[in-house]
């Protein structure tokens, strides 16, 4: 038999022994879409947008936004 | 296409012409009706019978007192010993360098020969009653060092070049973040590394907090501190006070070196500041501003400092503190929304139920009056009336569109509260989780964490019902969470490049988190986990002036802002443990039936290495049987000791890969992931073969 990835997720919904067709009882950090196709995979990694750390104390970022300025 | 842009073509007057020589130099000043970039310009020429002028130089300069000036902005040449020798001559094209022309510039066409002697060059022009109003010839004895201009003549040109169309720009985009009660921006393009010091500690992270943008301001609401962020407004301030207070809107004039104008937007409560936009000059030190031009009017500063231009800080208060005239602010807010042109203000925990609307496009005005159709506005003021229930969300998804999230009921206002609107309930079944915990998907889509999961409702021209759509799927969704409003922060955040949702739940504390990806394309629902550090507190979809910054930005538990990107295969270093189970499968067809799992194939994402498809770093898996389906759930899941497991190396799928190996049970299932630092694995499918043994004894 062939398998693929179950692209319908995560499923705690139902008996363990009917788990649905395409459904997984288990994962993480894996995605439906990878490798430019939906074929399953890790999802993306996180990586720094700006170098920049907002202050010097290395406390969360509570809110972004941006503010639209005429030239 | 270059085409005619300045000109004067037609004297009217008798024949008449301007000599040139290598010494008498002449030109024609104009002043250009457009900007544009000059590429030649025609001339009517011609030559002395006698003499030769031989190479003919063209030349653009600017002008000083109407008299050409400085060097060579653009030149060009041609042949004059190929013109003619009579009147009226021809119209010669001589093609220049190119320069740019700056429209209401007055510049000089200056025009001299090689050829030297009495005049071996003549230009065709008017000095009857030359028609031409935008400027004069001017010639010169010595080459071009100084000028004497005839106001009486003017001689033939056309000037010829590309007038490039205005560019569609017409604003910037600016990144703000806020953390560790300081307020960063971006200085430039790709760079937030600026803090606004006057917010420094003027806000307290401790206490909710949310961000608006509207009228090139960001408002901020964080419990009691009420603030603003002020990118568009200059401040003017002087010391000695307003002689006389300007309304809002109202234009206050300096009449000093370049005399300017200002539209006033504010004033605060301390009776020495100004906010406003200039409008025309420029606004100086130590010369008074008043209310007409010209330095007359009554005065509004008598000896104003010089202007400081934005972002500001300063308090969010009514105009000029008058809460007679302007209204009372709530003292404390927590959640924000814009809506309608209103900055919407809700979660005073002394009123808790409350909403606030300042007048449209006035954030300073919160008086209401009935008989204004833009007033501000307050649950109670009118008869679309109050809510009753706390107020945990606002939401705008579009015009004339408010969704009022509450700890126990969703409300929507439809319409202007002030002008017709009309308030009524949605669900008493859930209300909305948080002020973050919500999030629109662009095509009508809104979804929030409710009592009993994640809920979706459609905004069409009606709203829909919502519908809880992790029910079926994960029905102890919420249990799982466990959240704990004083522990916890949710944000729901709509990612359109992957269409999906990403649902944080973060430990506020010390940042532990658990997520889901909801995938709208599969409508599934995939767990997800983050460093500590690159936990999720908040999220924007930045749509940068500059393509290359538009991004989906995640604000992050370090005081990094982080984004997804699908060709890093970790999480800024750390690696990520990926995984997915397959199974229970019924190796035997039956729950009472045993059967063998394997051989098995595992085909991995990816053709030949470095091919045109993704390729998959390898990926470990593990197979698993149990006698029963749950059993086997939790060998899955705890990732025990499996019957078998290996590594099957990526990309594709290799000669020699399939695994001879079969374990025996009633179910069976295979766990697939990878865990190195610097990996990913893609999971094309998994080839296996499952054959009955006989019944389970």
Redo the contacts between chains.
């Keep these: 038999?062939?398998?693929?990835?179950?692209?319908?997720?995560?499923?705690?919904?139902g008996?363990?022994?009917a788990?649905p067709k395409d459904?997984?009882?288990?994962?993480?950090?894996?995605?439906?879409?990878?490798?430019?196709?939906?074929?399953?995979?890790?999802?993306?990694?996180?990586?720094?947008?700006?170098i920049?750390?907002?202050?010097?104390?290395?406390?969360?970022?509570?809110?972004?936004?941006?503010?639209?300025?005429?030239? | 296409m270059a085409q005619v842009i300045d000109s004067f073509t037609t004297p009217t007057g008798a024949e008449d012409h301007a000599a040139v020589s290598d010494t008498y130099w002449d030109s024609q000043t104009f002043t250009a009706l457009a900007s544009y970039t000059i590429t030649s310009v025609k001339l009517k020429l011609f030559k002395s019978a006698m003499l030769a002028p031989g190479i003919i130089t063209v030349s653009i300069r600017a002008t000083s007192s109407g008299l050409p000036s400085g060097a060579d902005l653009a030149s060009g040449t041609t042949d004059g010993d190929t013109l003619g020798t009579s009147y009226p001559g021809e119209w010669r094209e001589i093609t220049l360098t190119g320069c740019s022309i700056v429209k209401g510039t007055k510049y000089a066409i200056v025009v001299r020969t090689a050829g030297s002697g009495s005049y071996p060059l003549r230009w065709v022009g008017d000095d009857s009653s030359p028609t031409y109003t935008n400027g004069a010839q001017c010639w010169s004895t010595n080459s071009g060092v100084d000028w004497t201009e005839n106001t009486n003549r003017d001689l033939t040109f056309q000037t010829l070049g590309g007038m490039t169309p205005p560019v569609d720009k017409t604003y910037s985009k600016t990144l703000v973040a806020i953390g560790g009660n300081e307020v960063w921006y971006e200085s430039s393009t790709g760079t937030i590394d600026t803090e606004l010091t006057d917010a420094n500690s003027d806000i307290d992270v401790s206490k909710p907090l949310m961000a608006v943008e509207a009228l090139q301001k960001v408002f901020v609401v964080n419990d009691t501190n009420l603030k603003i962020i002020d990118f568009g407004n200059i401040k003017i301030s002087d010391d000695d006070g307003f002689t006389n207070k300007p309304a809002r809107g109202a234009i206050v004039y300096q009449n000093g070196t370049d005399a300017a104008q200002m539209v006033v937007d504010y004033i605060n409560g301390t009776d020495k500041v100004m906010y406003g936009t200039v409008i025309a000059g420029t606004f100086e030190a130590n010369t008074a501003i008043t209310t007409a031009a010209g330095g007359t009017g009554d005065t509004i500063f008598p000896s104003p400092a010089a202007p400081v231009s934005g972002p500001h800080w300063y308090d969010w208060t009514v105009y000029d503190g008058d809460s007679t005239t302007y209204g009372i602010m709530p003292s404390q807010a927590t959640i924000a929304c814009l809506y309608n042109g209103r900055v919407v203000l809700a979660g005073n925990s002394d009123y808790p139920y409350q909403w606030y609307m300042p007048k449209i496009l006035n954030p300073f005005m919160f008086l209401y009056d009935d008989s204004d159709p833009i007033t501000a506005i307050r649950g109670g003021d009118a008869d679309i009336g109050e809510i009753g229930d706390i107020i945990t969300a606002l939401v705008s998804p579009k015009d004339d569109l408010l969704i009022v999230g509450c700890a126990n009921s969703i409300w929507v206002i439809v319409g202007d509260p002030a002008f017709h609107g009309q308030l009524g309930s949605l669900t008493r079944d859930t209300g909305i989780w948080g002020s973050r915990a919500w999030c629109l998907d662009g095509k009508g889509g809104f979804y929030f964490l409710g009592e009993d999961g994640l809920y979706k409702l459609t905004i069409a021209e009606m709203v829909s019902v919502p519908g809880n759509i992790s029910y079926s799927n994960l029905p102890t969704l919420m249990n799982d969470l466990a959240l704990n409003k004083s522990l916890h922060r949710v944000v729901l955040t709509y990612d359109a490049d992957n269409n999906g949702i990403i649902i944080s739940k973060t430990l506020l504390s010390d940042g532990t988190n658990t997520n889901y990806w909801y995938d709208l394309s599969t409508g599934g629902f995939f767990p997800e986990s983050y460093p500590i550090t690159q936990a999720i507190f908040s999220s924007y979809k930045y749509n940068a002036t500059d393509r290359t910054y538009a991004k989906l930005l995640f604000g992050c538990n370090d005081g990094y802002i982080r984004e997804f990107d699908p060709d890093t295969k970790n999480d800024d270093g750390t690696a990520i443990d990926s995984y997915f189970t397959l199974g229970p499968i019924a190796l035997g067809g039956s729950p009472v039936v045993e059967g063998s799992i394997g051989p098995m194939d595992i085909v991995l994402g990816g053709g030949a290495s470095n091919g045109s498809e993704t390729d998959s770093d390898d990926a470990d898996y593990k197979v698993f049987v149990a006698d029963t389906a749950a059993n086997l759930i939790e060998k899955l899941t705890t990732n025990g000791t499996p019957v078998y497991a290996g590594t099957m190396t990526g990309p594709g799928r290799r000669r020699g890969s399939r695994r001879t190996q079969s374990a025996r049970g009633v179910y069976g299932g295979v766990r697939i992931g990878n865990d190195t630092k610097g990996e990913a694995f893609i999971f094309e499918s998994l080839d296996i073969k499952q054959k009955p043994k006989g019944r389970s004894k």
């Design positions: 038999m062939s398998v693929y990835f179950p692209h319908k997720g995560l499923h705690k919904g008996p363990p022994s788990q459904t997984t009882p288990d994962c993480n950090n894996v995605r439906p879409f990878a490798g430019g196709r939906f074929q399953g995979g890790q999802r993306p990694g996180l990586k720094k947008a700006y920049q750390q907002i202050g010097e104390n290395a406390l969360p970022v509570v809110e972004l936004i941006s503010v639209t300025t005429v030239d």
